[in-house]
């Protein structure tokens, strides 16, 4: 196993870095890229207490190249961490020491592997913002607006989908009996039968040693679109995890977990949505929602398979937008709040 070394920064370069007042984790907390027409490296990063998990990318829809942090924060020293990669089967290939500190309002990531000179990463806050649904969707750091939904055609009673004649969706038939699961089942991606093309939500989970590990994306180049899977576990043929929400959501403030129950069919994984108050029990586990809100994951993709797969630099801004980054006439980009505030 490689572990690469922590780069040595001077003691002039560390007064600088400290911040000219300590920031609260809701200013560190979440996604940060390189900025936009860079190469990308993507961090995100779920701070509880001192303690720090979360996820690493170059381009999150591609499986072979994400790892997992784990480390510590404090407002004053910044967060110092590792990021594992592991090969499909679990074994552990590199380890990197990195040390990511928070100046005037962008993260410097030293330590960091595939950059070349070895050089410190300079990240934002994506300027693009989160998808809003059919509610504003609210971002941290503090001080950063909310995205607010657009208008959508025809009013309040327009869209698609089955409903829209009056004709309810056909029951779910199901393809066969639920699998009794193991780790190796769920490791690869699985594409979400939501949301079209670019915005279609892809989950990633991964084996570190024998523990499941993952992230979701969708668009998968910009970290507000972004999120750890955390508290992954296997109780009998139901899969339960956390989609881990740090710095953006329905919610203000915009740091919550959604508890997921899932069971496997075929290729098919059933998901739905269990109370925010959910407790596992795994002497009384609970039983997967069936109601309104569930969702299917079609899959796994094998990593290998995944090489290569990048929407970075693909209509930036939106459809039709190109590779700028320059925001195109009337769009505004997403300001995050100073940190100064």
């Known amino acids: 196993m490689k572990r690469s070394a922590v780069l040595q920064v001077s003691l002039v370069t560390l007064a600088l870095a400290q911040p000219v007042a300590a920031l609260n984790a809701d200013y560190w907390r979440g996604g940060w890229r390189t900025p936009l027409g860079e190469a990308p490296h993507i961090y995100e990063f779920v701070i509880r207490g001192s303690r720090v998990t979360g996820v690493y990318c170059r381009n999150c829809s591609d499986a072979s190249t994400i790892g997992f942090i784990d480390g510590t924060w404090d407002e004053k020293t910044g967060i110092k961490f590792t990021v594992t990669f592991a090969n499909p089967d679990g074994r552990i290939t590199t380890v990197d020491d990195q040390q990511a500190m928070l100046v005037e309002g962008r993260l410097t990531v030293t330590g960091a592997a ?54 309810a969706p056909p029951a779910y038939w199901q393809a066969g009996p639920f699998k009794a699961l193991r780790p190796a089942d769920l490791v690869g991606t699985w594409i979400a039968s939501f949301g079209l093309g670019m915005n279609r939500q892809l989950f990633t989970f991964l084996l570190v040693g024998d523990q499941l590990r993952g992230v979701v994306c969708g668009r998968c180049d910009n970290p507000y679109t972004t999120g750890a899977m955390e508290d ?44 925010n108050d959910t407790v596992i029990d795994p002497a009384r586990p609970p039983a997967r929602p069936t109601g309104r809100g569930g969702f299917t994951l079609m899959g796994p993709i094998a990593p290998a398979a995944t090489r290569g797969n990048t929407s970075e630099g693909i209509d930036v801004w939106g459809p039709g937008t190109g590779s700028s980054i320059e925001p195109p006439p009337g769009r505004t980009p997403l300001r995050p709040g100073s940190a100064g505030r």
């Not at 693009?128 to 959508?152: F, Q, S, V």
């Not at 881990?244 to 949505?273: K, M």
């Open 114 to 167: 595939n950059v070349p000179n070895g050089r410190p990463l300079s990240l934002i806050k994506d300027p693009r913002g989160a998808d809003p649904g059919g509610a504003p969707a609210y971002h941290l750091p503090p001080g950063t607006p909310p995205a607010l939904p657009a208008p959508r055609a025809g009013g309040p009673g327009a869209g698609g989908g089955g409903g829209g004649r009056g004709f």
């Open 232 to 275: 992954i576990r296997i109780i009998g043929d139901t899969l339960y995890f956390d989609i881990v929400h740090e710095d953006w959501g329905e919610v203000d403030p915009p740091t919550f977990r959604r508890h997921i129950a899932a069971q496997l069919v075929q290729n098919e994984l059933l998901a739905g949505i269990l109370p």
